[in-house]
């Protein structure tokens, strides 16, 4: 089913291909024109729980449906880039027709040299390799930032969410399965981070070393000169969350940390249960050194 799908996929894009032929520059791979399934559409706008507080960027917008629908039914602003001017004619007629001109644009351009600073979701149904050329730029934009891609992932980026649906309408009614990937961009939090509480009435040191691979978080934290493992650490887009067991006052205490992350801070709180420490307190890490 799987392979039948892969070939239908190749067979949908050869042909499409052969029709528009839409060339970025260098070694920039050709992207055909194939449209999302309206079904999908919605279920990707779903994931990244669009609301009328977002600004949305399509990256390869084809006739505008992910951005007009975005503006249509949840009132969210944004923008499309494409560099074919037959498909910017058509989402432009799109945005017309369903009365959101004043919430969307489409502009001819290359999606590489196209400012994204702006977005707080992109979506993306582009190819694999193109994914891979764009993600160094993605992981650098406002952690957050929601992605959505249709069909296609992001290497060892590995999704947040991943669901797969049946899409009866795609290829030209031909029909075949989706695939939606949705990522959250991490806040880049490997390094060292020092913070103190008062615990027990007395000033506690915390000293963390944290390393990091895309939204995976690991490390240890250095408590009275002696290193402890955190575990269960996660990060969505700027909350950092984790957990750890150290001995305080000669008391075992479970800590656990939780707070958002903003460039060279982090705010929110630590509950420590255990004995006579018990407490929740505010918890305020700042940044020693970076990962190199
Ligand atoms: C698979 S279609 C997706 C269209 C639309 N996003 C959707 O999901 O229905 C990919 C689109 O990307 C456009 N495209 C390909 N390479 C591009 C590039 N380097 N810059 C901008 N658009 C590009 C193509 O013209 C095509 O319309």
Known sequence: MRHAMRMLRAMAGAALMAFVPVHAAGDQPTVPYVPTPQAVVERMLAMARVTAADYLIDLGSGDGRIVVTAASKYGARGFGVDLNPVRIDEANENARRNRVTDKVAFYQRNLFETDLSQATVITMYL???????????????????????????????????????????????????????????????????????????????????????????????????RPVQIQGATLRGAELSFSFAAEINGEPVKHRFSGRVDGGRVAGEATLTGGRLAARVEWLAERTEAAR
């Open 127 to 225: 190819l694999p390799r193109v994914n891979l050329q764009l993600r160094p730029t993605l992981l650098d934009l406002k952690p957050g930032t929601r992605i959505v891609s249709h069909d296609f992932d992001m290497g060892d980026w590995k999704p947040d969410e991943h669901v797969r649906m049946d899409a009866t309408d795609k290829f030209s009614g031909a029909g075949g399965d989706s695939d939606i990937y949705l990522w959250i961009v991490p806040a880049k939090v490997a390094g060292g981070w020092r913070s103190q509480l008062t615990v027990g009435g007395k000033p506690q040191a915390y000293e963390f070393q944290l390393d990091q691979k895309y939204q995976s978080v690991g490390g240890t934290v250095r408590v009275n000169g």
